[in-house]
């Protein structure tokens, strides 16, 4: 069936340095695929997202990458701050119209001074 | 804008007490969802509302059930609130209508700050 899920659960970095994290997904046909992040205490908030038809989107200081022939999608962070350490999601749409989302589990990235 | 507001922020319940969490939105948006998040997990999905007078099951409904007051709030009702069900709750919401093509809205969910609950 339709999954989302994580490869690391915490990934610790130090300020200034990128950060990769890693998200697989089970369902080929999946088109579309968001990337939220969540503080402590607060709602996830979107980061940035990616169709199918597309190998890589920038954002400000992100990059998601899409590998369609691993089903793997990853988030790249340059030049971390304290201001990204939070838990970070991956999440899919789930077929049938009614608009609904599949979240993983999440990854913690947590950075050092 | 507010955005996606929730209240209460904290509550705490004693086992067998009933409750409502209130969730409201004011982007004209369609589509409301509740979600449960606990501990090292992901978000579950409880309920979901893709229009106005509509409410359907998600992954893991039992023990709760929800109105669509109408097209700006949804509510959620623990009505025998058991220690299971001590979890943080969002509630969000998203612009498309049902079966609305890929490409004429965004599949993005704005999330609410969240309830935490806790049942003794």
């Known amino acids: 069936g339709e999954s989302v899920g994580l490869h690391l659960p915490t990934l610790s970095v130090q300020e200034g340095d990128n950060s990769i994290i890693n998200c697989a997904y089970s369902n080929s046909a999946s088109d579309y695929f968001i990337w939220y992040k969540q503080e402590s205490g607060k709602g996830p908030q979107f980061i940035i997202d990616?169709?199918?038809?597309?190998d890589k989107r920038q954002g400000q200081r992100v990059t998601v990458l899409l590998n369609k022939t691993v089903k793997h999608l990853s988030l790249q962070i340059a030049a971390t701050q304290p201001g990204d350490s939070a838990v970070y999601f991956c999440?899919?749409?789930?077929?049938?119209?009614?608009?609904?989302?599949?979240f993983g589990a999440g990854t913690r990235l947590a950075v050092h001074p | 804008n507010a955005g996606v507001t929730q209240t209460p922020k904290f509550q705490v319940l004693k086992t067998g007490q009933s409750m409502t969490l209130q969730c409201a939105q004011d982007m004209n948006h369609n589509s409301m969802y509740w979600y449960r998040q606990d501990p090292g997990m992901g978000l579950r999905l409880i309920y979901y509302s893709a229009s106005e007078g509509t409410t359907d099951k998600g992954e893991v409904p039992n023990g709760y059930n929800v109105s669509r007051l109408n097209k700006r709030e949804f509510s959620l009702r623990l009505e025998s609130a058991a220690p299971s069900q001590t979890s943080v709750y969002f509630c969000?919401?998203?612009?498309?209508?049902?079966?609305?093509?890929?490409?004429?809205?965004?599949?993005?969910?704005?999330f609410g700050p969240g309830t935490r609950l806790t049942v003794t």
């Open positions: 969000a919401s998203n612009p498309r209508r049902f079966g609305q093509r890929a490409g004429q809205a965004s599949y993005e969910q704005y």
């Open positions: 999440a899919e749409p789930t077929s049938g119209g009614y608009n609904k989302l599949i």
């Open positions: 990616i169709r199918s038809n597309m």
